[in-house]
């Protein structure tokens, strides 16, 4: 139950930290990131996990350059053409009806769009992004857990992220050679399954 006030915040700041993590590495993204590294740690035990994956995580990140992770990021989240790995439920969500699976804006993304608004937000029209992308539905369960919303937050892990983020991460841990992706990919799935455990 997320109620428990440690287990909401060790899942707000698990998915604000996922969130920043799976976000397009820039020079500035980057820099902010060594500042997270403390609260990545303390996640993780407040998860009931080893802080070993975060360190993993951290190494790769240090040892890679910006240039690697952006060229990386762009191949496999990005394009151009189709993304080795896009980020978005409505291409992974398997339970879909037929004509809907594998599909943009499938019915995936219409239900996040409700559970926003019964959040009180909006995808920003700048953002380019489409409402059920990784980064948006994560920080949109950080939200959920930081204002309570209970209800909202076990609808966006059990009936959302919860049902495809494992499948996206297994495709990223295949199809990566870039360390960072490929701990990055390790640590959301650990991480995921302790919050939807």
Same mark, same amino acid.
């Given at each position: 139950?997320?109620?428990?006030?440690?287990?909401?915040?060790?899942?707000?700041?698990?998915?604000?930290?996922?969130?920043?993590?799976?976000?397009? =590495?820039?020079?500035?993204?980057?820099?902010?990131?060594?500042?997270?590294?403390?609260? !990545?740690?303390?996640?993780?035990?407040? *998860?009931?996990?080893?802080? +070993?994956?975060?360190?993993? $995580?951290?190494?790769?990140?240090?040892?890679?350059?910006? +240039?690697? *992770? *952006?060229? +990386?990021?762009? %191949?496999?989240?990005?394009?151009?053409? %189709?993304?080795?790995? =896009?980020?978005?439920?409505?291409?992974?969500?398997?339970?879909?009806?037929?004509?809907? %699976?594998?599909?943009?804006?499938?019915?995936?993304?219409?239900? $996040? /769009?409700?559970?926003?608004?019964?959040?009180?937000?909006? /995808? %920003?029209?700048?953002?380019?992004?489409?409402?059920?992308?990784?980064?948006?539905?994560?920080?949109?369960?950080?939200?959920?857990?930081?204002?309570?919303?209970? +209800?909202?937050?076990?609808?966006?892990?059990?009936?959302?992220?919860?049902?495809?983020?494992?499948?996206?991460?297994? !495709? /990223?841990?295949?199809?990566? !050679?870039?360390?960072?992706?490929?701990?990055?990919?390790?640590?959301?799935?650990?991480?995921? !399954?302790?919050?939807?455990?």
């Amino acid at each position: 139950m997320l109620a428990a006030e440690p287990r909401a915040a060790g899942t707000a700041s698990a998915a604000r930290l996922l969130a920043r993590w799976w976000s397009r =590495p820039t020079a500035g993204e980057l820099q902010e990131w060594s500042a997270l590294w403390p609260q !990545a740690l303390e996640t993780a035990t407040v *998860l009931g996990l080893s802080p +070993e994956s975060v360190e993993r $995580v951290r190494g790769a990140a240090t040892s890679s350059s910006e +240039e690697e *992770l *952006l060229a +990386e990021y762009e %191949r496999l989240l990005v394009g151009p053409g %189709r993304p080795a790995c =896009p980020p978005y439920e409505s291409l992974w969500r398997s339970d879909q009806g037929r004509f809907e %699976r594998g599909r943009l804006m499938g019915p995936a993304a219409a239900d $996040v /769009v409700q559970i926003y608004r019964d959040l009180g937000l909006r /995808v %920003r029209k700048d953002a380019h992004e489409l409402p059920d992308h990784l980064v948006i539905e994560l920080e949109a369960l950080a939200h959920a857990c930081e204002s309570g919303a209970t +209800e909202q937050a076990s609808q966006l892990l059990d009936a959302h992220l919860g049902l495809w983020v494992p499948a996206f991460c297994d !495709a /990223v841990s295949a199809d990566t !050679a870039q360390p960072f992706y490929a701990e990055l990919a390790r640590l959301t799935s650990a991480w995921m !399954a302790a919050l939807v455990g």
